[in-house]
């Protein structure tokens, strides 16, 4: 870490309210791409963006450089966990009218026909296969980072790093949540529907419109270069 960088971080740990507010602001563009997840919510963007730079400062405090990973990596989780917590205490997310229909129509499908694509749902109802994902999206909570489909299913965390220390492990996670933003938006897609989703790479490239090959290729290439940059993190 920069060593400017480190000694503003200790004085906004020891109560420099000016250099709080300006590492606020250089990492203003990180707090508004995780707020902008959680638009249309049921509350303002201004409201969420100022709980997410709460979140940030708390990881300003809380900011231990014995991790050697950088702020805005560390402050990704805080800034997320600040705005889950916001959106918890304050009521349930707001779901739209439209999404909330969709929801049903999929239901009746998915009951008479449990094995049915998204694909094909998404033919059935006449919408995308994006709108179908989202609504099923609002029906069921994300999987996280350590869930796997079957017992002996690796999950994510673990096929990037075999590290065994947990305080590493605590900061690969952090790591990798900001390294997969960073990700193209079709390396993003396959990485959320196989990891997150849980979708075989065939269900994948169905969806993607790519083969299975591509697939295959491109979430090997993405893990190579995922477990890469947490070496270097």
């Known amino acids: 870490m920069d060593e400017e960088l480190r000694k503003r971080i200790i004085e906004a740990q ?5 250099v709080l507010n300006s590492l606020v602001l250089e990492n203003k563009g990180l707090i508004i791409n995780i707020a902008r ?19 940030f400062i708390k990881a300003v405090q809380k900011f231990d450089f014995n991790y050697n990973v950088v702020l805005s990596t560390f402050a990704v989780t805080y800034i997320i966990g600040e705005i889950k917590r916001f959106l918890r205490d304050n009521g349930p997310i707001k779901i739209s009218r439209q999404i909330k229909e969709l929801s049903k ?6 009951k008479s026909n449990p094995n049915i694509t998204i694909e094909n749902l998404a033919k059935k109802l006449n919408v995308s ?11 069921n909570s994300i999987k996280s980072l350590d869930d796997r489909e079957n017992d002996d299913e690796v999950p994510l965390i673990d096929k990037i790093s075999s590290k065994e220390n947990n305080e590493e492990l605590i900061v690969n996670r952090l790591a990798l949540k900001q390294c997969i933003s960073n990700l193209e938006p079709r390396e993003k897609k396959i990485i ?14 169905d969806i ?10 491109i979430e090997k290439r993405v893990l190579e270069n995922l477990g890469k940059e947490l070496k270097e993190a």
């Open 14 to 18: 020891s109560g420099n309210r000016d």
């Open 37 to 55: 997840r959680f638009e249309n919510r049921g509350y303002d963007f201004d409201d969420i963006y100022q709980i997410g730079a709460i979140g």
């Open 105 to 110: 129509k999929i239901a009746f499908e998915q």
């Open 129 to 139: 296969k994006e709108d179908i994902a989202l609504a099923l999206d609002s029906e």
């Open 192 to 205: 959320f529907l196989r990891y997150y989703k849980c979708q075989t790479q065939k269900k994948v490239a």
């Open 208 to 217: 993607i419109g790519i083969s299975q090959v591509q697939v295959s290729r």
